[in-house]
């Protein structure tokens, strides 16, 4: 009897050992924009997760440490004064289009261990226009794995720096058809800076043989000229040319694109032979 009873016990023991729960971990390298000059920076970062074989488990990322923050609506601060923000996007797809968030509604990213390192890209991204002061900008996201066993996170940090830029596009003039008669047209010169960035617009003398920026002329057949000028205020007064400071067009950016108006004008009384007559007139942005 003693002995039925020990065998008893034994097996009680054993049946009593409990299960071992699964367990993950997490770890993600950091975001770094590097300089952004007011034009769209896309970038990438990696978050990896181990979970044991056949584990179901969700990645999410916060808001970040912006005030005001959201999943859709993160934000870097700093700049001047250290208060300043710097809008920037976390996406879980290489199209930068599926926001990722923290919940499945907002763009979780879901995956099943299998004993080794999974990686996830993220990819990051600042839009163009941000309107933001120069300097240096963070932020902290914290992403945490969750599933059928204790949550775990990890965070990595989100850094960019703000440093004068501009672009600059243009738009043709069209005077259409001369007949003798003064004829005044306009076209636009956008420039896009970063904020706060002082810059000057300059346009050259143009191609024609003998052009200065206050006597540019168009070139028609057998190499004829049509006189034309260009200016920067809309009474037709104020010469448009190249000497930074003189008599280019000066303003600070804002983040965002801002349009200079070219005021254009042929002369009257010109006789010019019959043809089409062009110029070329390169506009350089100065910061």
């Known amino acids: 009897m003693r002995g039925l009873a020990l065998a008893a016990l034994m097996l009680i023991g054993c049946g009593a050992r409990p299960a071992a729960a699964a367990t993950c971990m997490t770890y993600a390298t950091g975001i770094v924009f590097g300089t952004y000059f007011g ?11 181990v979970c044991p074989q056949g584990t179901a488990y969700q990645i999410g990322l916060n808001a970040g440490l912006a005030s005001g923050a959201t999943l859709t609506t993160r934000a870097m601060t700093g700049g001047t004064g250290g208060q300043a923000s ?29 004993g080794s390192a999974q990686a996830y890209t993220i990819y990051a991204q600042i839009p163009a226009n941000e309107a933001s002061s120069l300097g240096s900008y963070t932020d902290s996201i914290t992403a ?31 005077f259409g058809t001369y007949s003798g008669s003064l004829i005044n047209s306009t076209s636009i010169v956008s420039v896009t800076c970063t904020n706060s960035t002082a810059y000057n617009v300059g346009l050259n003398a143009g191609l024609a043989t003998g052009a200065t920026v206050t006597n540019r002329s168009m070139t028609g057949p057998a190499s004829a000229l049509l006189k034309y000028s260009l200016f920067s205020n809309s009474t037709r007064t104020t010469n448009w040319g190249n000497t930074v400071h003189t008599d280019t067009v000066a303003g600070t950016g804002t983040g965002s694109a801002q ?29």
């Open 39 to 49: 034009t769209t920076s896309d970038v990438t970062g990696t978050i990896t997760v």
């Open 259 to 287: 349009s200079l108006t070219v005021y254009g004008q042929v002369p009257a009384g010109q006789s010019a032979g019959p043809g089409s007559y062009t110029d070329t007139i390169t506009a350089t942005v100065t910061y």
């Open 86 to 114: 710097l809008g920037y996007r976390l996406f879980n797809n290489a199209s930068y289009t599926v926001n990722w968030g923290n919940t499945s509604g907002s763009g979780w990213v879901t995956g099943t261990g299998n």
């Open 144 to 174: 945490s794995v969750t599933g059928n066993f204790t949550t775990v996170t990890t965070e990595f940090s989100i850094t960019a720096t703000v440093s004068p830029g501009c672009t600059l596009t243009a738009n043709s003039i069209s």
